[in-house]
């Protein structure tokens, strides 16, 4: 049986240390899930269950690209966050056996149309026109958890033209991996391929034309940005 069009190509990532790539199936990502970066949005984080969005495979742009700015908006924002790639998945994970499904870890941009997120909240519509964008979700490599090790702490930092806006830490996450891996599960089916953006800490802003970005997670990596 063939197909009546050409089937898109499998969105991936590179794997360091490996000629292989990642095939990415889902995108899942935590919304608010730093303290002061739910405070900076207008929200208090000790009242909230944690939420989750969408953004699309295809919405990945892999290292070494230039993010296009976007149509339709004047006010796209970064957000620093480290990516939690799974190397397996099923229903109803327990916390304390969440950790045996995950590959690796990358570092990704939760790139958002604010103005146009900031118009369907006010609409009480989906955020996918803010987020899942062409090009919406820039994504460095993915390091192996067996180089890494599981990651509890360590510093996440985005700097703009060499000026730091974005300074947080893994362990200031509400929601830990290990919380987010299991929630999901019991909503979702959750499968080999998946990535879970998880958060952003306080500091996100907008970005223009010409901007370069310099994302950082400890123990992972970096990612560098332009913006064209």
């Not at 049986?1 to 190509?9: A, D, K, L, T």
């Not at 924002?77 to 690796?104: Q, R, W, Y």
């Not at 996918?128 to 964008?133: P, R, T």
Request: glycine letters at 10%; hydrophobic letters at 35%; proline letters at 9%.
């Amino acid at each position: 049986m063939g197909y009546v069009i050409s089937p898109p190509p499998v969105p991936s990532l590179r794997v360091v240390g490996s000629d292989d790539e990642f095939p990415v199936r889902r995108i899942y990502c935590i919304g608010r899930n730093y303290a002061e970066h739910a405070i900076e949005m207008g929200h208090d984080p000790t009242k909230e269950p944690p939420f989750f969005f969408q953004k699309n495979p295809d919405n990945l742009l892999p290292e070494g690209q230039d993010f296009p700015y976007p149509p339709k908006t004047e006010d796209v924002h970064f957000e620093i966050e480290l990516v939690v790639a799974l190397k397996s998945g099923g229903t109803n994970i327990p916390v304390e056996n969440a950790m045996d499904h995950v590959f690796g870890y990358a570092v990704g941009l939760d790139m958002t149309r604010r103005d146009l997120q900031g118009e369907a909240k006010k609409l009480g519509r989906p955020w996918e026109i803010g987020k899942a964008f062409e090009h919406s979700a820039p994504c460095g490599p993915i390091v192996p958890a067996e180089k890494t090790g599981h990651l509890t702490e360590g510093s996440v930092t985005l700097e703009v033209n060499g000026q730091l806006k974005q300074k947080g830490d893994l362990n200031q996450m509400i929601w830990k991996i290990p919380e987010m891996i299991s929630y999901l599960s019991d909503y979702f089916r959750l499968a080999p391929g998946d990535l879970i953006m998880s958060g952003t800490p306080a500091g996100v802003g907008a970005v223009k034309r010409g901007d370069t970005l310099l994302g950082k997670v400890e123990g992972v990596g970096e990612l560098k940005v332009k913006v064209a």
